[in-house]
């Protein structure tokens, strides 16, 4: 792993980093059982759109315990993956995994929005359930343009609400009510797991995320919405 980067700038950054350290040694538990292990499949979608080639360089941004950074070299070993998370508890347990799995992840600890890369280093950027945490969406939008090269293409994996649906309905009840205490019975964090739908019900739907991804330098944006809407995979393609 890097050397330790100073600390996320703002106070929200920090508040952040510390919740997401807080329930790290029960996040990739939590994450199977709350989701019946759908998250895993997620994932996979997202690394079949991302369609990595030999020789290419990715980053998994916001990458916590590396799933989807280990998803993408289980795929495709001859390309690059670096994870980057601002949470030194997450990248540890990424470390540990991909010791396990024999697979080269170098980790960064980093903040999405200051990221220490240089200008279009990367050929994709793919974030999976970190962008609804950013304090500034389109500050953290601007550094994925950044570090893409022109071409590149970001993928953003991300829970979103079903509507109008009886699904949809019984579905609000379970992440509202259910997935809350299930996550503090196990985490015993009561505050991340009230977070979590909180920020999902604040994120912005595809037609306005569009219009800040455009913005951003983005073009060529795609809204994928998976098992019947309770996560979408967002596509795009820098332009400028
Ligand atoms: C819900 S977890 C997702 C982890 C992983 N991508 C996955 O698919 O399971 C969100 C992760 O984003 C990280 N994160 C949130 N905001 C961040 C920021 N501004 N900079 C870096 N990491 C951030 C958190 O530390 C946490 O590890």
Redesign the pocket.
């Known amino acids: 792993m890097s050397a330790p980067r100073p600390d996320?700038a703002t106070r929200h950054?920090r508040s952040?980093?510390a919740m997401?350290?807080a329930i790290?040694p029960t996040?990739?538990l939590l994450?199977h059982l709350l989701s019946l292990n759908t998250?895993r499949r997620w994932?996979d979608r997202a690394v079949r759109r991302l369609a990595p080639r030999p020789g290419e360089r990715f980053l998994?941004?916001?990458?916590?315990?590396?799933?989807?950074a280990l998803a993408v070299l289980a795929r495709e070993r001859g390309c690059a993956v670096v994870g980057?998370?601002?949470?030194r508890p997450?990248l540890l347990r990424a470390a540990r995994k991909a010791a396990r799995a024999g697979a080269p992840l170098p980790l960064v600890e980093?903040?999405?929005?200051a990221l220490p890369f240089r200008d279009g280093s990367f050929d994709g950027v793919a974030?999976?359930?970190?962008v609804r945490?950013?304090?500034e969406l389109d500050r953290?939008l601007f550094e994925m343009a950044r570090v893409l090269r022109l071409g590149g293409r970001v993928l953003l994996?991300e829970f979103s609400q079903p509507r109008g649906s009886l699904f949809g309905f019984l579905y609000r009840i379970y992440f509202t009510r259910g997935l809350p205490l299930v996550g503090r019975l196990v985490s015993r964090d009561a505050h991340a797991y009230r977070y979590?739908p909180a920020t999902v019900q604040g994120f912005p739907p595809p037609p306005v995320l569009t219009c800040h991804l455009e913005a951003a330098g983005f073009g060529s944006v795609t809204h994928l919405p998976l098992t019947g809407g309770i996560a979408t995979l967002t596509e795009a393609v820098r332009i400028r």
């Open positions: 996320p950054g952040v980093a997401f350290s790290a996040y990739d994450n998250d994932r998994d941004l916001c990458t916590g315990t590396g799933d989807l980057a998370d601002f949470s997450m980093a903040d999405a929005l974030v999976a359930f970190g945490n950013f304090e953290g994996l979590l």
